[in-house]
């Protein structure tokens, strides 16, 4: 079956780069997407990045994705206190429209 | 615009009520999800609605009952909940269902507590 699999906390200082890790096993993922979800509030889309690309880029956001490897990861620059949330790595795939999350990251930013 | 709401953002009720839940998109997206979401853990897909008919139960007890009234709108009826169904109940919606894949957009949330 799907599995995807992100580690639970990261622990930054304001101004460096975060970066976030994600694995999934279904090889046959066309989109995989990055939701922020702040605590109490429902899930912000980020960012997502299509299976045949290698790296997005969006602002402070890089996405790179090693389809070989069955790798995603998100890359923050410069993070933020308001960056502080859970991280949560999605995949989509073309037998319907059912997202199978990852765990969550959580993302502690420190002042 | 991409804003999914819901109504109420929070709602306590005990096990002999009856309560709904409320989803509204105006994007013109033809599906709509419910998810059911634990502290610290990632949403757990409920129901589906594609085109305003149920494409998907995940075997989810009876005591929840989902209603699509028109395209734009999305209930959640409970009725004769336990404690254990306190939970952050989070709206999705997307262009489609089924045939392409399509992004999801999430909406605010309800956080519920059942006494």
């Known amino acids: 079956g799907e599995d995807v699999e992100q580690s639970l906390f990261l622990s930054v200082r304001e101004g460096d780069s975060s970066v976030i890790n994600c694995t999934y096993t279904d090889s046959s993922s066309t989109y995989l997407y990055w939701y922020k979800q702040e605590p109490g509030a429902g899930l912000q889309l980020l960012t997502y990045i299509f299976s045949n690309m290698d790296m997005k880029q969006d602002q402070r956001l890089t996405v790179l994705l090693n389809k070989k490897d069955k790798h995603l990861s998100l890359r923050i620059a410069d993070t933020q206190t308001g960056d502080s949330a859970i991280y949560f790595c999605a995949e989509n795939n073309n037998a319907g429209n059912m997202l199978t999350f990852g765990g969550g990251t959580r993302l502690m930013v420190k002042p | 615009d991409t804003e999914v709401t819901q109504t109420p953002k929070h709602l306590v009720m005990g096990m002999t009520n009856k309560k709904s839940l409320k989803c509204e998109q105006h994007m013109g997206h033809r599906a709509m999800y419910w998810y059911k979401q634990k502290a610290k853990k990632p949403p757990e897909l409920m129901f589906v609605?594609?085109?305003?008919?149920?494409?998907i139960n995940e075997s989810v007890p009876s005591r929840f009952s989902p209603e699509c009234p028109n395209s734009s709108l999305l209930n959640l009826h409970l009725h004769a909940l336990q404690p254990e169904d306190s939970a952050l109940y989070l709206c999705?919606?997307?262009?489609?269902?089924?045939?392409?894949?399509?992004?999801?957009?999430f909406g605010p949330g309800t956080r519920l507590t059942v006494l």
């Open positions: 609605y594609s085109y305003e008919k149920l494409s």
């Open positions: 999705a919606s997307s262009h489609s269902f089924g045939g392409l894949v399509d992004t999801q957009y």
